[in-house]
């Protein structure tokens, strides 16, 4: 299957799946348009979201855009994603552990379709600069501006050149400016430091509306040493196709929607935010880098491309997870080489702060060993990391819960370690205190890691046998009682503390035979002390 070359060949796909909605009706890109896409998170389950594409845009001030709005169309439900990847739900981790371990470099070409219009200098200014396009506001009544939200900027390393690409928001402040909100546990905040320590700012270029393969790795935490655009090829497949920029020494996905070129001042910062953020609270105002627009390029007849964020669940909330399930899982196995690793979950409404690990413990060390290079890989992920048996269910919160209520002891199966980074977490200060949050122990952040595996033998799971339960399903499915959706355990099995006794004594009742256990019971019988 070959893949997709842009943004709208994505979108084809989606609206071929039925997971594509067009509005076609006049709505306001400042008070309407995000809400109305935040219902179906708010209101529907996963499985009944859609993307969205609006036709009719317009602003609080009446100004109607010609320029369509793309909402959700990358991670609005598990299976929108897994259509951006062409592939089923299920194989979404697997392919992102493929694309990790498969990296795929991109080519140059001559020239692109996001070239198609170009405007530096007075063609910028009389095109209205960043107003030219419909950049909705996400958070009405909080939001103290438009913002760009499915931004992937793309900054590079001025010691080795090798690219980023990161998602960061970007404050709308002028025809020609942004904020930029570059965190400096993120890699886009190494190139900007690496810059300012050389008094030269940081060259970056805002690619809104890429294709797919590179839209999806922007906000993965991909390796420092491994560059997104080597691994979007990994998940296409094949290279992805880049165009020189025209204003700056930097490369951008040939046939992107839009890309705007410019340079992240590391002389000053100025105030940024409020804006509602994915762990689900505001952001508030901080002193943060701005960004100058050099020169705008984009597609005739562009589609501005938008990601609900916000409170979770969200797109970015999705994308987060899943990336960092195939990340995670991929960094365990093969590049800390620790055995027995199964599955590695992310639970959304936490976005990548609360991991459960599911492995086949085959020495007690190595539980240890994967909760503490989890949290070693960035020191903003895993404020809490449990590590269960393989027959705990990760997916399901009761499963989890069940492992902790009774497969831990909190003196003994707990660790908690200090020196962690916050990241937009409102529980590391008090308001306008952030910035004080530093790695000093009582005022740093904290992981909590658990061990909630079995120690020993366990007597089996109290349900009934798997064949007795499969029998009864059948039955359930034959009187028409209502559909059943299984949560594991939904059938009893061993945990190996089960005698020849205990099983002779099951069999027998299930021949009606229970009075010889009775009667050995009797013969067994001890006088009270």
């Keep these: 299957m070959a893949y997709y ?8 796909a989606l609206e071929q799946a039925g997971l594509l909605v ?7 890109k400042d008070t309407e348009l995000m809400p109305l896409v935040r219902w179906q998170f708010r209101g529907l389950a996963e499985e009944e979201r859609r993307a969205f594409l609006f036709t009719h845009v317009t602003d609080v001030k009446g100004r109607k855009y010609d320029i369509p709005v793309a909402v959700g169309c990358l991670a609005a439900s598990r299976r929108i994603y897994g259509v951006g990847l062409q592939c089923r739900p299920e194989e979404i981790v697997g392919r992102w ?3 990790e371990a498969h990296p795929i470099p991109p080519v140059i070409v001559e020239s692109g379709l996001v070239h198609e ?13 960043l107003g030219e396009f419909p950049i909705p506001i996400s958070t009405p009544g909080f939001d103290c501006a438009p913002y760009t939200t499915a931004s992937h900027w793309f900054t590079k390393d001025p010691e080795t050149g090798k690219i980023n690409i990161g998602n960061y928001r970007g404050q709308i402040k002028s025809p020609t400016r942004t904020g930029v909100y570059i965190h400096s546990s993120n ?18 270029a805002l690619v809104i509306g890429a294709p797919p393969a590179v839209a999806y790795t922007a906000p993965a935490r991909v390796p420092l040493s491994v560059s997104e655009l080597d691994v979007a090829g990994g998940i296409a497949g094949r290279p992805v196709e880049v165009v020189r920029c025209k204003t700056i020494d930097m490369v951008v996905p040939a046939y992107a929607e839009i890309v705007i070129e410019g340079e992240i001042s590391t002389e000053y910062v100025e105030p940024e935010a409020p804006f509602g953020e994915a762990p689900g609270y505001i952001g508030e105002r901080m002193l943060n880098p701005y960004f100058e627009v050099k020169c705008i390029a984009h597609r005739k007849n562009p589609i501005f491309a938008a990601i609900v964020s916000q409170f979770p669940p969200s797109e970015s909330s999705k994308m987060k997870q899943l990336s960092a399930e195939g990340n995670y899982l991929r960094f365990l196995k093969s590049d800390c080489n620790i055995p027995g690793i199964l599955e590695v979950v992310f639970y959304e409404i936490a976005v990548r702060q609360i991991c459960v ?17 989890m949290v070693g890989y960035h020191p903003a992920t895993g404020k809490i990391v449990i590590v269960v048996d393989e027959d705990i269910d990760p997916r399901d919160p009761d499963s989890v819960f069940w492992a902790l209520a009774f497969r831990m002891q909190p003196h003994r199966d707990m660790l908690v370690i200090r020196n962690r980074t916050p990241s937009m977490d409102p529980s590391a200060a008090p308001p306008g205190k952030e910035l004080e949050v530093s790695m000093h122990e009582m005022a740093g952040c904290s992981a909590l890691l658990i061990d909630a595996t079995r120690k020993w033998d366990y007597p089996p799971v109290s349900l009934p046998k798997r064949e007795f339960m499969e029998r009864a399903r059948g039955l359930w499915e034959r009187l028409g009682l209502p559909p059943l959706r299984p949560q594991n355990p939904w059938f009893g099995y061993q945990l190996g503390s089960w005698s020849e006794e205990d099983e002779e004594a099951a069999q027998l009742a299930l021949r009606g035979e229970h009075y010889q256990t009775g009667e050995k019971a009797l013969k067994s019988r001890v006088p009270v002390k």
């Design 357 to 373: 690990i599911r492995m086949k413990k085959l020495n007690p060390a190595h539980v240890w060993q994967a909760l503490h290079s």
């Design 187 to 204: 890699h886009g905040g190494y190139h900007w430091k690496k810059c300012k320590e050389r008094g030269i700012p940081l060259q970056a």
């Design 22 to 28: 067009r509005i076609t009706e006049p709505i306001n």
């Design 5 to 12: 070359r842009d943004l709208r060949e994505q979108l084809q």
């Design 117 to 129: 219009e170009v405007h530096i200098g007075p063609s910028l200014r009389e095109k209205g600069g």
């Design 97 to 99: 552990t493929e694309a």
